[in-house]
């Protein structure tokens, strides 16, 4: 009889073998309605081998999916292509069940899985470009430090060409669907941006460089597996050019404008500096942040060429959703952005040059003074909001190719 959960086979010697996540509506701060899902990936080789465990809470679901394969303790090998927690949870109690021969990681793998388990398990260390024997068949180590950890790497496993890449390529979304021709583009573009634009950004620089290797490296490749959503078996192509697109960060004619307000003052010239952009031919993406998670902001921004936050002022400070929202975009290190501050106030007026501070300090190209506006805009403010939406499509109108 089988057990609830089951693997799916991913090639001739590999199957899938992790947990679905269906519930998940939040990733450290970052918004995911779809849900995720943690990939793991059993090798039937001579030396049975497990790549990356699951988050803790789904360990069981891991283990009923290695046993509809094989008897668990046939592994010998685990390797953890990455620290975090959500591949990494379940390692002490699968390993106290399978006990493997041995546990790999990367040199900073090592230093991190002892942190986390408090030396409960002993870890190896594999390097970048050694190979490991797995009797009939080898498994290699690319070390990809920063995407997105210290610890990061990629596993190749050459008998099947299939290249494990833990965060990289991956997305938060939950679906029975093992494969990314399985799934509809549109979604997979959008989830994959999504993660990018919050997980992958401030590491930009490093993915050029690593998608130059991976090229260098000249891997036959028939899938990649990353360690969230689909595997990659007909699209790697499209997904790796999308990369190439995101990492540059190369303005377009989109702008985003976000703002939150309290008696609809900063809304008025949102919109107002919206219609702006729109008649000087720019697109405006409007994210009042009431209704907007800072995660959706944080995607729309990944193919933006402005940036343009406005602001009340409430006790002598920015609104506290506009502060939440530049405290999350300013780490993740946008680039190439032009912008303005504004906003309306009742007294003193601090929120908006606050605004103005942050973006500054994020080196968003201002192109004006912030428009500040005393409690309701009037015929003649509201032009001055328009005009700034002119001007600010003006602008990106000379760095678009």
């Known amino acids: ?40 990936y059993l090798i039937l080789a001579d030396t049975v081998t497990l790549v990356d465990t699951v988050k803790a809470q789904y360990r069981d679901e891991l283990m009923y999916r290695i046993a509809s394969v094989i008897d668990p303790t046939e592994i010998s090998l685990i390797v953890s292509n990455h620290a975090e927690q959500d591949h990494s949870g379940s390692l002490v109690p699968v390993a106290r069940i399978v006990k493997p021969d041995r546990i790999v990681a990367s040199p900073m793998g090592v230093k991190a899985l002892a942190r986390h388990t408090h030396g409960a398990v002993e870890v190896d260390t594999v390097r970048d470009g050694e190979t490991l024997s797995l009797g009939n068949m080898d498994l290699s180590f690319v070390e990809t430090r920063m995407l997105h950890w210290p610890d990061s790497m990629f596993s190749y496993l050459g008998a099947d060409e299939i290249l494990f890449t833990q965060d990289a390529f ?16 549109v979604i997979l573009e959008s989830e994959a941006a999504k993660y990018f634009a919050n997980i992958l950004l401030p590491y930009s620089k490093l993915i050029g460089k690593l998608l130059e290797r991976v090229g260098q490296l000249n891997l036959p490749l028939k899938m990649v597996a990353p360690d969230h959503g689909p595997i990659w078996r007909t699209r790697f192509d499209w997904i790796a050019g999308l990369y190439d697109k995101w990492w540059r960060q190369e303005p377009t004619l ?16 949102a919109r107002s500096i919206a219609g702006g952009l729109t008649a000087g031919g720019a697109s405006p993406k409007l994210h009042q942040l009431r209704a907007s998670h800072r995660s959706d902001v944080a995607a729309d921004m990944l193919q933006s060429g402005a940036l343009v936050v406005g602001s ?90």
Request: proline content about 6%.
């Open 1 to 40: 009889m089988p057990g609830p959960f089951q693997a799916t086979r991913v090639s001739e010697h590999v199957y899938w073998v992790g947990g679905i996540d269906w519930s998940s509506r939040d990733f450290h701060g970052y918004s995911t309605p779809r849900g995720t899902t943690y990939n793991a």
């Open 170 to 185: 991956g997305m938060h979304l939950a679906s029975s669907e093992r494969f990314d021709d399985e799934l509809d583009p």
């Open 254 to 269: 989109k702008a985003v404008v976000t703002y939150d307000t309290m008696w609809q003052s900063t809304d008025l010239l």
């Open 312 to 401: 009340p002022t409430i006790n002598n400070q920015m609104f506290p959703t506009v502060a939440d929202l530049l405290s999350y975009v300013n780490g993740l290190k946008p680039t190439n952005l032009i912008g303005a501050a504004f906003g309306s106030y009742g007294w003193s007026g601090e929120g908006v040059k606050m605004v103005n501070d942050t973006l500054r300090e994020m080196k968003v190209e201002l192109i004006s003074e912030p428009l500040r506006v005393q409690f309701v805009p009037d015929a003649e403010e509201l032009a001055r909001a328009w005009a700034l939406g002119e001007a600010i499509a003006a602008e990106l109108k000379t760095r678009v190719a």
